[in-house]
């Protein structure tokens, strides 16, 4: 993303916070997805998470097809990138926005 990053705070499913920098924000098929690292004892995470993005929600992925589809795109627009990027992976709580 450059400069700064952006970090932000989700509740997932037992309204337990949990802190995300911002990896990246691409656009696939006419929607709009966030590509969230996560921070765990203020260390970022090797890999990364993947949220649709609908209004001012975080939504999860719950169709393999979809999500295969934004990390195939996430993973090119990375390729381009000198910058060393997590990749993403499934099976992360959900937050709520």
Same mark, same amino acid.
């Given at each position: 993303?450059?400069?700064?990053?952006?970090?932000?705070?989700?509740?997932?499913?037992?309204?337990?916070?949990?802190?995300?920098?911002?990896?990246?924000?691409?656009?696939?098929?006419?929607?709009?997805?966030?590509?969230?690292?996560?921070?765990?004892?203020?260390?970022?995470?090797?890999t *990364? #998470?993947?949220?649709?993005?609908? /209004?001012d929600?975080? &939504?999860?992925? !719950?169709?393999?097809? =979809?999500?295969?589809?934004?990390?195939?795109?996430?993973? *090119? #627009?990375?390729?381009?990138?000198? /910058?060393?990027?997590? &990749?993403?992976? !499934?099976g992360?709580? =959900?937050?709520?926005?």
């Amino acid at each position: 993303m450059g400069g700064e990053e952006d970090v932000v705070k989700l509740l997932d499913e037992d309204g337990v916070e949990h802190e995300f920098s911002v990896v990246d924000v691409l656009e696939v098929d006419q929607r709009r997805y966030a590509v969230l690292q996560p921070v765990v004892g203020g260390e970022e995470s090797e890999t *990364a #998470v993947i949220f649709r993005m609908e /209004d001012d929600t975080l &939504v999860t992925i !719950e169709d393999d097809a =979809e999500f295969e589809r934004v990390r195939q795109a996430f993973e *090119a #627009v990375d390729a381009e990138s000198p /910058d060393d990027h997590p &990749v993403p992976t !499934e099976g992360q709580s =959900e937050p709520s926005h």
